[in-house]
């Protein structure tokens, strides 16, 4: 084969086979000439009703040979009364094909010309008849409790459960009701919005998507949502399956995240709830971002992430994140950078690797050469400095070969000596021990001294994610330390705090963070990370 040639896939060239056969058929050499007669007919020549089926040649009885030809041309059956009959095809006035519908198919709902249903729904599919009026109405009604029917951002909590939407969903349609320009929406203003999308989209995604989106676009980019919400990044770790940056309709269709936020107003405290919205989460997250951004630029170096964790991660993994390989701000990447927002993926894939996202992050950094494939070339440049670290705490490392062993064995991957993306997604419980085994050394040696891994579901209670564990202990030791910082200034190291007394109030924010501005979360953090 040419170096230039491509391969084709073996369903295709079947296909072609078959096509090729069919065409030389006698039977179909002879519909053909028909159809070009029928063609340059006269334009007073009557219809001419054209079937693939009449030139479909059944098949040999005796096994999988050439089909037979079918009988010669003469007077065809009526179709079966129970079957829609299909459409003829009349020459229209420039010897253009057009296509006749039958009487009885036109005005059918759910299908189009032809008789064909409908399949595809890029608003949500209708689920019948919707009542606009009564929906407008309560509309109406939660505007005529406000002052001169005009709701501010405080007074769309009721108007947003007059719509039949979530709590949380009244920032949204405030701002796409044009509330930034004026401060307040009028009832006229809203109830035109709220027709409009009632119309155009029939289900909760259509319906969210529409509202955040830019005009023109149907796909969610990070600056859609901050008149939402703060927390873009972890949104975008957990809804943007295709690293796009921008979410689609079908992608917030196939996550949790609208059910998430419904959920949000069951929750007494909101700075107690867990998941994307939890407050100690993103606080130990950006607390380790200012831990390591020691000239306070807001971006990370390669020796600033390498000092993460005590430099567990080996340095060829920390060029390859640099390398632009899972990096999502080209602009800082370009500068040898890292911004926050990739830190935030750095850090949620690191200390959980289990998730897809994760699996993929890590996936991307171990695929020198780009092919979907992890080779033993790949894996033993990575295992190469894994070793000499090894050897450098005293500790005796697998050679390469039985190394390479215990790793298929441990994925099992479908093709011998390559693994895949998909090999690993299916064993995703046992991903962070390969990971580990080839550019962490600390937690592969925490998982080479215990004698057996933990199982799943062992223990009481709800089961925890590794990021789970991870951001709960982190927060333990953030909070021990704000509390002997502030025993320390205030002269009363003595005293040991009891495990009842409240948290330091720097800690937590007098109200949800989701609710405050970018400035307001900015100015706060500096307070407690003082330049």
């Known amino acids: 084969m040419s170096p230039g040639k491509t391969l084709q896939p073996v369903l295709k060239m079947k296909v ?34 054209v079937s693939a089926d009449a030139a479909m040649p059944a098949p040999a009885p005796g096994g999988p040979g050439p089909p037979a030809a079918p009988a010669a041309p003469g007077p065809r059956p009526e179709p079966h009364s129970r ?56 509309v109406e009604t939660a505007f005529a409790l406000l002052p001169l029917q005009r709701a501010r951002l405080e007074d769309m909590g009721n108007v947003a459960k007059a719509c039949g939407c979530p709590l949380y969903w009244k920032g949204p349609l405030f701002y796409r009701a044009g509330g930034r320009r004026g401060g307040s929406v009028s009832v006229h203003t809203f109830v035109a919005m709220w027709r409009r999308i009632l119309q155009d989209c029939h289900d909760e995604e259509a319906r969210f998507l529409h509202l955040l989106a830019s005009p023109g676009c149907d796909f969610l980019e990070q600056e859609d949502f901050v008149p939402f919400l703060q927390v873009i990044q972890r949104i975008f770790y957990a809804v943007n399956r295709s690293w796009s940056g921008r979410i689609s309709y079908n992608e917030l269709r196939r996550s949790h995240f609208l059910q998430v ?31 390591l951004d020691t000239d306070c630029d807001l971006l990370l170096g390669n020796c600033d992430l390498a000092r993460h964790r005590d430099h567990a991660i080996s340095d060829k993994m920390i060029d390859r994140i640099f390398s632009g390989a899972v990096m999502r701000d080209r602009t800082a990447q370009r500068a040898g950078k890292m911004s926050y927002e990739d830190f935030v993926w750095f850090l949620l894939s690191e200390e959980d690797k289990t998730t897809p996202t994760s699996i993929e992050y890590w996936f991307r950094c171990m695929d020198l050469d780009g092919d979907g494939a992890l080779s033993a070339f790949e894996l033993e440049f990575f295992y190469e400095e894994q070793s000499r670290r090894l050897r450098s705490l005293d500790v005796e490392p697998l050679p390469f070969p039985d ?38 050394v600390d937690k592969y040696l925490d998982r080479e001294q215990h004698e057996q891994l933990a199982l799943p579901g062992d223990g009481d209670g709800p089961e925890l994610s590794d990021w789970d564990r991870f951001a709960a202990a982190e927060y333990r030791l953030l909070v021990a330390e704000e509390a002997a910082a502030q025993l320390w200034e205030d002269g009363s190291d003595t005293d040991e705090p009891s495990p009842g007394k409240q948290q330091p109030s720097g800690l937590r924010p007098q109200r949800p963070f989701w609710e405050a501005s970018g400035a307001e979360l900015l100015e706060e953090e500096d307070d407690l990370w003082p330049a």
């Open 16 to 49: 072609d086979e078959l096509f090729l056969r069919w065409l030389s058929e006698d039977a179909t050499q002879r519909l053909l000439h028909e159809c070009l007669r029928a063609v340059q007919a006269p334009q007073g020549a009557p219809n001419v009703a």
């Open 83 to 138: 079957r829609t009959r299909r459409p003829a095809v009349r020459r229209g006035g420039r010897g253009c094909a057009e296509v006749q519908t039958w009487p009885e198919l036109q005005g059918t709902p759910g299908l189009s010309v032809g008789g064909i249903p409908t399949f595809y729904f890029p608003r949500g599919r209708p689920v019948g008849p919707v009542s606009k009026d009564g929906a407008i109405r309560a």
């Open 261 to 291: 936020v419904a959920r949000l107003e069951e929750e007494a405290d909101l700075s107690l709830t867990s998941g994307l919205f939890c407050y100690e989460h993103v606080y130990v997250i950006y607390c380790t971002f200012r831990e």
């Open 403 to 440: 190394c390479l062993c215990q790793m298929l064995d441990l994925v099992r991957p479908r093709t011998q000596g390559r693994i895949t993306l998909g090999d690993l997604k299916r064993c995703r419980l046992l991903a962070p021990i390969f990971f580990d085994t080839f550019f962490n």
